[in-house]
């Protein structure tokens, strides 16, 4: 039972560049989110989706891009990177609900940006 | 808005020592559920309870329990005889709109053999 798998689990950036972090679940949850977290701040929403082809923002969207052509995947795009986005990135996915269902998280990816 | 506010934000306790984690939350839906998260050093994030809003009974499992009152808004978990495998940040949550989780900034805790 895989779950909720995220790649990379490290990745070093400089200010400027672009990447994907992967995240991929197979639990056949219909809600997937992204999460930042940062020291004293708690876990942070970025991104969600509540099926293919559905995303909103959360509460810090900004240099961020998602999409959901599936409903297994749910990739996060950060178009330029900026130092501020320096953090440790979570997935998570749970069964679409009236917030009932606990979130599966992946591993989580350390990002750096310099 | 939703929030979850939790205060502790380092403890330390001796093993074998109780300790509470404190865990107060703000929400503007009349039903609701809360959860806790447990948050190791290796780094994943796991769910430990979920709670509704209906229901005050105190939940024991294990040396884990936990004290829900919505009086007081608030849902506390306890460690009780704590080990050194208990060090960990715990988070506290409280979904809105759904499955979008507003997490409190969490209570680093330090089990010292």
């Known amino acids: 039972n895989a779950g909720v798998t995220q790649t990379p689990k490290f990745q070093v950036l400089k200010t400027g560049q672009s990447m994907t972090l992967q995240c991929a679940q197979d639990?056949?949850?219909?809600?997937m989110s992204w999460y930042r977290q940062d020291p004293g701040m708690g876990l942070r929403l970025i991104h969600y989706?509540?099926?293919?082809?559905?995303?909103d923002q959360g509460e810090v969207p900004n240099g961020y891009n998602v999409s959901r052509s599936t409903t297994e995947d749910f990739p996060l795009r950060l178009l330029s990177a900026a130092p501020s986005q320096t953090s440790v990135y979570f997935c998570a996915s749970s069964y679409l609900g009236r917030g009932n269902s606990p979130l599966h998280f992946g591993n989580g990816t350390r990002l750096t940006v310099t | 808005a939703q929030k979850v506010t939790q205060a502790q934000t380092e403890i330390s306790v001796v093993e074998k020592e109780d300790v509470t984690l404190d865990c107060v939350y703000e929400?503007?839906?009349?039903?609701?559920?809360l959860f806790w998260y447990k948050q190791p050093p290796s780094g994943e994030l796991v769910f430990l309870i979920r709670r509704n809003s209906f229901d005050e009974q105190n939940e024991i499992s294990g040396r884990y329990s936990w004290n829900f009152q919505k009086s007081t808004s608030s849902f506390n978990f306890t460690i009780t005889a704590s080990q050194v495998v208990d060090s960990a940040v715990y988070f506290c949550?409280?979904?809105?709109?759904?499955?979008?989780?507003?997490f409190g900034t969490g209570t680093s805790l330090t089990v010292i053999p």
């Open positions: 929400t503007r839906d009349t039903t609701y559920y």
């Open positions: 949550a409280v979904p809105w709109a759904g499955n979008q989780f507003y």
């Open positions: 639990m056949n949850h219909e809600y």
């Open positions: 989706s509540v099926g293919a082809g559905i995303t």
